[in-house]
């Protein structure tokens, strides 16, 4: 996943330097193997686009619900003092005990994450796979909400079903 953030972002940098002889150059083979060992070396871990999001706990969920509140009645406030102004809500609301609904809402996103981990089968990120992933990486969450129900193995067969449909001009844009 950092890989692929990282060439879309060198990528556009070079198009807007109007430095487009130096694209192919860093899709090259050689450049992508270089990066991925010092990757390696360097021991930056490379994520899994298809591995299921951890649950988020009950005060991001109440921070969600109570951010954009604060900010229309403080829209003078920075994002250090909203942060603080929830973080005191919190404790508020924590010590009348009205906080029973995040907590469902919570353990609801928990148990999806396990569901979903179950189900969970890793895959092996290879070079010759870097087009592959980067295209998973860009329309995984896509087909997550067009097909719900579908854990992480049916999503990747799906995009390797479309993967393989697509003409290779269409490919070489991941590459």
């Not at 990066?35 to 390696?40: D, P």
């Not at 951890?54 to 109570?66: I, N, P, V, W």
Request: a positive charge; aromatic letters at 12%; one cysteine or more.
């Amino acid at each position: 996943m950092i890989l692929n953030y990282l060439n879309i972002f060198i990528e556009k940098f070079l198009e807007n330097n109007n430095l487009h002889y130096l694209i192919s150059l860093w899709r090259s083979e050689h450049t992508q193997e270089a990066l991925l060992k010092h990757c390696k070396k360097y021991q930056i871990k490379l994520k899994d686009p298809c591995k299921p999001k951890r649950g988020k706990s009950a005060f991001l969920y109440f921070c969600d619900e109570k951010r954009d509140q604060i900010r229309n009645l403080n829209p003078d406030l920075s994002v250090k003092e909203i942060v603080s102004k929830l973080g005191s809500m919190w404790q508020e609301e924590k010590s009348k005990g009205k906080i029973n609904e995040y907590e469902q809402m919570s353990m609801n996103d928990r148990n999806r994450y396990k569901m979903q981990m179950k189900t969970y089968h890793p895959t092996k990120l290879k070079k010759e796979n870097v087009a592959f992933n980067k295209f998973v990486s860009l329309k995984y969450d896509k087909i997550l909400l067009k097909y719900p129900n579908f854990n992480s193995k049916q999503i990747r067969r799906h995009l390797k079903d479309k993967w393989n449909k697509m003409p290779l001009e269409k490919k070489e844009k991941y590459v």
